[in-house]
């Protein structure tokens, strides 16, 4: 066990769930191994077959299974099973039904094939989750339309803050060679409903749209089809320069338009179903339609042009350049609130849950809800930047639950969530897998790969829903076990948000790896990228004051939302220092002041990690060996560098305030400057 199966390991079944072997049921019909199928036969519907009997073989480990599964496309349902499409019709792709029917078959019913490979999926999850001797009545509709990986991934096989080793894609080799690998990637995004990849970095290569790349990505596109994912590509907007010889980028240019729609139709004609592009433009250096006094709406509708009905421009709202005296978290909003209704049809926005950048915790994003007129998409990362890399445990399961809840105060009723917003748009995940055995770095960070996956198809689950069936699946099915690591898995996030940036504060990460701790970095070339314009901790207090006294960032919000995050007093202080710049005197709702809280909450942090080793080391005749080493070795360090945050921070900011440790706080062991100096150009994901 080495994580490579993920949580398609189908471990048996035991005793009473033995169902699917019961020889009561005697059917006749074109059958093959307990299941019959009642559909054309396509490659997606061969492979739903094959991936059941795999399931089925494993789960119940029986010799002579009896025809106990009922694969049909709705279309081919008559009498009086045509009531079981009910439900589908009309549905969006990939909708599916799973039933107990009257003489005990279960029936996996679908429009499309792909459906009915979901549904393949759905059935062996639940059976390996739930009791399999339930009478199932399951109607599965996918709550967003796009459902999309975004790897960082460069041609070299780099990735940008990639912890899980090399890209997985194998550029060199392609398109002649297909690594197996590649069907097992297919294979695991399909279970969880992902329907869609970037496979390269946002900072794009212009290389990945010459004809040699076009012709490499078309190898990927005919290897992902059946498991129903669309490729797309970043791409780099100055690419008619680099690539066409073009001595512009203009998107008003004819010349520019015409070469990106014979650049799009060359893709097109390689790949049928290329899902489009995705543009990171007049963003940290990358070009954009800005360099030629345009909007992002007009570089964004000239693309869209050229890709036509075929498929979507995602254009991303990450952008920012702020000065000492803006606000950061301010410039998405205001540059793209006043574009609302003048993206074309085919083109959605895409936007980080938060405004400011994957941090631990920030309050969902002011352009949610913001503007009607506009397909939004929910960008997420998996690869936990900001919280420790792949070697620190933090199921985001509750971050994107956080989020996807999140009232926008907008719409009819002032009730419109985050996950309201992008019904016509999707979800984007920056993914952490790699070439690591484990895909992810670490055994626990596939928990995050797997619930982006879950939330997308179903964003109404429960964090700790997904968690459970995560686990079952992925280690064990003993209750005990269960409810020991979801419970880990449901409080880790929080550590590291107490242990890295507690009480609202954010980007107190280190230059360059954004891994360790660097609140005193003050020295960067733009202000927006130190830890200290963030904090703005001195002798009079700490915190950004966004209120109408400040930044006003607060005033992007609706009414509603802004006057809760308005009080210091009763507002919710996981967002306190995010809204507000307070004396270190400052009475929390603990009673404690603000100085004595932060403390309280590091040392809660650290706490949490020392409880987590021994929550695991509990659940060690559960797991097998060495995944079992693997995990207990990553929450050592954890809990070592928990501390090494904590220390490092209470240093800083007690240098700043001028303060005593509070009462009973242990003193950190070293003096600040030994903190600072501390330098580590080796990490992983160095820029
Ligand atoms: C930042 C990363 C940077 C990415 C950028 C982005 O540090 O490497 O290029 O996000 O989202 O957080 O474009």
């Known amino acids: 066990e080495d994580g490579y199966d993920l949580w398609l390991r189908y471990q048996p079944l035991s005793g009473a769930s033995q169902s699917l072997c019961d020889p009561a049921v005697d059917l006749s019909g074109p059958v093959a191994q307990g299941v019959q199928l009642q559909a054309q036969r396509s490659a997606t519907v061969d492979i739903a077959v094959a991936e059941l009997h795999r399931g089925l073989a494993s789960l119940f480990r029986c010799e002579s299974q009896k025809p106990t599964i009922l694969l049909a496309r709705t279309d081919q349902l008559s009498g ?195 899902g489009g592009f995705l543009v990171k433009a007049n963003s940290e250096g990358q070009p954009g339609p800005q360099d030629y006094g345009r909007t992002h709406a007009d570089g964004a509708n000239m693309l869209a042009t050229a890709i036509g009905d075929r498929g979507t421009v995602i254009w991303r709202a990450f952008v920012y350049q702020s000065s000492a005296e803006t606000d950061r978290v301010k410039l998405a909003y205001e540059e793209f609130k006043p574009l609302d209704g003048k993206f074309a049809d085919n083109v959605i926005l895409q936007v980080k849950n938060g405004p400011l950048d994957f941090q631990p915790r920030e309050p969902f994003h002011p352009l949610f809800g913001a503007m009607p007129h506009t397909r939004m998409m929910l960008e997420v990362q998996q690869t936990k930047e900001y919280l420790g890399f792949a070697t620190h445990l933090a199921y985001l399961g509750t971050m994107w639950t956080e989020v996807l809840d999140a009232n926008t105060g907008h719409g009819k009723n002032g009730h419109l969530t985050v996950a309201d917003t992008i019904v016509s748009g999707g979800m984007a995940g920056v993914s952490n897998i790699g070439s690591d055995r484990n895909w992810s770095g670490s055994h626990f960070d596939q928990a995050n790969w797997y619930a982006f996956g879950r939330l997308a198809w179903d964003t109404s689950l429960s964090a700790d829903a997904i968690a459970r069936e995560w686990a079952a699946q992925t280690f064990s099915r003993n209750p005990q076990f269960l409810n020991v690591t979801v419970k880990m898995m449901h409080d880790s996030r929080q550590a590291v948000v107490d242990y890295m940036t507690p009480l609202g504060l954010a980007h107190q990460m280190a230059t360059g790896h954004h891994y360790g701790p660097g609140p005193w970095v003050n020295d960067l070339e733009r202000p927006e990228w130190n830890p200290a314009y963030y904090n703005r901790a001195d002798k009079s207090g700490i915190g950004f004051d966004r209120t109408k006294n400040g930044s006003d960032a607060l005033g992007q919000y609706a009414p509603s939302v802004a006057s809760g995050w308005s009080d210091p007093h009763t507002m919710d202080e996981d967002y306190l220092l995010w809204f507000q710049h307070l004396p270190w005197n400052f009475r929390t709702q603990s009673g404690r002041t603000v100085w004595e809280e932060l403390v309280a909450r590091y040392d809660r942090g650290v706490a949490k990690t020392h409880e987590m080793q021994r929550e695991w080391a509990a659940l060690a005749p559960y797991v097998d060996a060495q995944r079992y080493q693997d995990v207990a070795d990553d929450l050592k360090v954890q809990a070592r560098e928990a501390q090494w945050w904590r220390d490092a921070s209470v240093s800083y900011f007690a240098s700043r305030c001028e303060c005593d440790l509070p009462a009973g706080a242990t003193a950190p062991p070293h003096d600040l400057q030994w903190y600072e100096a501390l330098n580590f150009p080796d990490a992983p994901g160095h820029k």
């Open 80 to 274: 009086k099973e045509a009531q079981f499409s009910e439900g589908l019709r009309g549905q969006m792709a990939g909708s599916y039904r799973l039933a107990t029917m009257a003489d005990g078959r279960i029936l996996i019913a679908a429009n499309d094939d792909i459906g009915l490979l979901y549904g393949s999926f759905g059935l062996l999850r639940h059976l390996q989750t739930d009791s399999a001797n339930q009478k199932l009545d399951q109607l599965a509709i996918p709550a967003l339309p796009l459902r999309l990986l975004n790897h960082w991934d460069n041609p070299d096989r780099g990735v940008e803050r990639g912890y899980s080793g090399e890209s997985i894609f194998d550029w060199w080799h392609l398109p002649d060679h297909l690594d197996p690998r590649m069907i097992d990637y297919a294979r695991a995004n399909a279970s969880i409903g992902i329907n869609g990849t970037v496979v390269n970095n946002v900072n794009a290569s212009p290389i990945m749209l010459t004809p040699r790349y076009i012709a490499k990505l078309q190898r990927l596109a005919d290897a992902f089809r059946p498991y129903g994912i669309r490729v797309y590509l970043s791409v780099r907007f100055s690419s008619p320069r680099e690539l066409g010889g073009l001595d512009s980028a203009d998107p008003l240019d004819p010349k520019v338009a015409a070469w990106w729609k014979s650049k799009a139709d060359e893709i097109y004609a390689a790949i049928p179903d290329f």
